[in-house]
């Protein structure tokens, strides 16, 4: 099995910035894809970044250059750095990851628990 554990949300004013972490562990053999989602009360999941093995990222449009995505493999963590946040940014972050667990295995998907992102008008 694989566990991720979130940090680093939490209340923030429009304008300010905020640090998601995101520590993979477990039964690791490798992992494709980590990145974040996130959602907003009433709202669905959506998208937010994604960080391929090969270090290719995906943004969302609504977050594509405040937003930034990285990844230390060594360490299977993955980083969320969010700048000049607005209110509409206010959500549950999860993170994310596609991984197998033994050679040759199917690819899952693992979610963590989630983290508060709140920004004050």
């Known amino acids: 099995q694989v566990q991720l554990v979130e940090s680093g949300g939490g209340l923030v004013q429009a304008g300010g910035s905020l640090r998601l972490s995101c520590a993979a562990s477990g039964s690791i053999f490798s992992i494709n894809v980590m990145g974040w989602y996130r959602q907003a009360p009433g709202k669905q999941r959506e998208l937010v970044a994604t960080?391929?093995?090969?270090?290719?990222?995906n943004y969302a449009d609504s977050v594509k250059g405040r937003f930034t995505i990285s990844r230390d493999n060594a360490k299977n963590t993955v980083y969320l750095q969010m700048n000049s946040l607005k209110p509409e940014d206010t959500a549950v972050y999860y993170c994310?990851?596609?991984?197998?667990?033994?050679?040759?295995?199917?690819?899952?998907?693992?979610w963590g628990q989630g983290t508060q992102v709140t920004v004050s008008s």
């Open positions: 960080d391929t093995s090969g270090g290719s990222t």
């Open positions: 994310y990851c596609n991984a197998q667990i033994l050679w040759g295995a199917p690819h899952y998907n693992y």
